[in-house]
């Protein structure tokens, strides 16, 4: 096979979507490890490559190639190349690389599930993302990861945890897994079950509040059983022994209600230095804001950490025959692995949850001025159904005034890295947060 010319690698990397350093002059690329990938009717390169940028932190990055007269092209245009790295997972398989080696791995417990039709058919899935999913046989999505970082990958670890170890199924299952072994190990593919016909939760509570100027009963029932399915991954979660170190829970302290606290008043600081410029009014909200989060650190500490999925919001549930499923736990891309592990207060997924509905208003609200006031009703039935599942659970604090106050500072944490992540990614779209922001009350 033509090795790759590695000259002609920041070319190629410039046309691929799931690329994040598009707008950054690349300085060097290199070669951290390699396979040469034979099989069967299917020949190609997987590559860890370093990008080191002119400035700013290097990347690595996954790529699945092969070298041709006109230039680089990815072995994921040619079906059997497809068909043949999903066979390493399903077989269970193992290829050495330069310095480790590359491992399949099929989960037996979640395999009799899923009946695989022959021939096995094969569809990209064209949608903006950072990664690159392929539905085979329209029964699984195999998602190849692009970008590596250090450590466990919580997608691939909670995928695994959840399917062997819990019996909680609002979730389409782990079914395999590609990992690369060695001194640059990383998690490079995750095979889970495809849900057919689903709709996220974004695109459907956009389409409900367009339809519904007031909110009907369907509605509401909905986002109660969305809680109730919450509450219950927590449960999931919660249910790890004590030998499970990565999930077992932990008593929730004092220094950690400091910590998070703290972290949040840096956040604060850190966020209003960046959208200050653009909008002066917050600087005005500035202690009033700090409250909340000195609020945080002065609860009398009751209750557990526990994994939590770590970036919930209505992008990341599916609906599907009037069922919600819980999808893509790799936890807030900006953080690192090692912190996006972290064991957590519960009550961040749900103030995650609860501002993708003021999302979801003020993104209908831009289209046409429907009427505000929906948020309210919204989050009072998702907190319900979510309190009836967790009821009596002891990762939840022991009061509503701690429940309360718990809430609403990682309601703060979570707006403040929206302002933070609408600035780098979608500066239109950060008036949603910063009104927001505005928005809120001063602390009791
Ligand atoms: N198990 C699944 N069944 C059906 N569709 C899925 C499934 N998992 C993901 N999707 C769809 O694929 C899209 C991309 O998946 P995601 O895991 O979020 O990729 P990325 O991490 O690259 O953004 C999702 O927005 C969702 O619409
Ligand atoms: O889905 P990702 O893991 O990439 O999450 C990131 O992007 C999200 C946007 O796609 C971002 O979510 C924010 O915008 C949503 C509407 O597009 C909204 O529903 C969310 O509540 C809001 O936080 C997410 O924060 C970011 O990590």
Request: proline share 5%; net charge negative; with cysteine.
């Amino acid at each position: 096979m033509t090795p790759l010319d590695l000259t002609k690698l920041p070319d190629f990397l410039k046309t691929q979507r799931w690329f994040a350093g598009k707008a950054w002059p690349i300085k060097s690329v290199s070669v951290v490890d390699h396979v040469t990938m034979e099989l069967g009717t299917c020949s190609f390169t997987l590559a860890i490559i370093e990008v080191i940028y002119e400035l700013g932190n290097p990347e690595r990055y996954q790529i699945m190639a092969r070298q041709t007269p006109e230039g680089l092209v990815s072995a994921l245009e040619d079906d059997d190349c497809v068909r043949a790295v999903f066979n390493l997972a399903r077989e269970g398989r193992q290829v050495a690389s330069g310095s480790g080696r590359v491992v399949g791995e099929w989960i037996a417990s979640t395999d009799s599930g899923v009946a695989l039709p022959d021939p096995l058919s094969v569809r990209r899935l064209n949608v903006e993302q950072s990664n690159t999913s392929l539905v085979l046989g329209e029964r699984v999505i195999v998602k190849v990861i692009r970008k590596l970082e250090a450590g466990v990958n919580p997608e691939y670890e909670v995928g695994r945890f959840l399917a062997t170890k819990t019996s909680f199924r609002a979730t389409p299952q782990l079914v395999g897994a590609l990992n690369l072994e060695g001194p640059g190990g990383a998690t490079l593919a995750l095979a889970h079950r495809f849900v057919p016909d689903a709709v996220d939760g974004w695109k459907y509570t956009l389409e409900r509040l367009r339809q519904e100027k007031a909110l009907g009963d369907g509605f509401l029932a909905d986002m109660r059983d969305l809680g109730a399915r919450l509450g219950e991954l927590h449960k999931a979660f919660a249910s790890a022994g004590p030998d499970d170190l990565a999930f077992s829970p932990e008593p929730l302290l004092q220094e950690d209600l400091q910590r998070w606290s703290a972290s949040i008043v840096g956040e604060l600081g850190v966020t209003l230095a960046d959208a200050g410029r653009l909008h002066a009014d917050l600087e005005g909200r500035r202690d009033g804001l700090i409250a909340y989060a000195k609020r945080l650190a002065q609860v009398a500490p009751s209750g557990q950490k526990i994994r939590i999925h770590g970036d919930l919001h209505l992008g990341q549930v599916l609906r599907s025959k009037d069922e919600w499923l819980f999808f893509d736990f790799e936890g807030e891309p900006s953080r690192s692995f090692t912190a996006r592990r972290e064991k957590y207060s519960a009550l961040r997924d749900v103030a995650g949850m609860i501002r993708s509905f003021d999302y979801a208003e003020a993104t209908v609200a831009l289209e046409g001025g429907q009427p505000r006031g929906r948020v309210g009703p919204t989050r009072d039935a998702f907190l319900e159904g979510y309190r009836q599942a967790a009821r009596g659970a002891a990762f939840l604090p022991d009061s509503d005034e701690a429940f309360n106050v718990m809430l609403r500072a990682f309601e703060l944490e979570k707006l403040l890295y929206e302002v933070r992540y609408e600035l780098a990614n979608r500066p239109d779209w950060v008036r949603i947060p910063v009104e927001a922001l505005l928005r809120m009350e001063d602390a009791q």
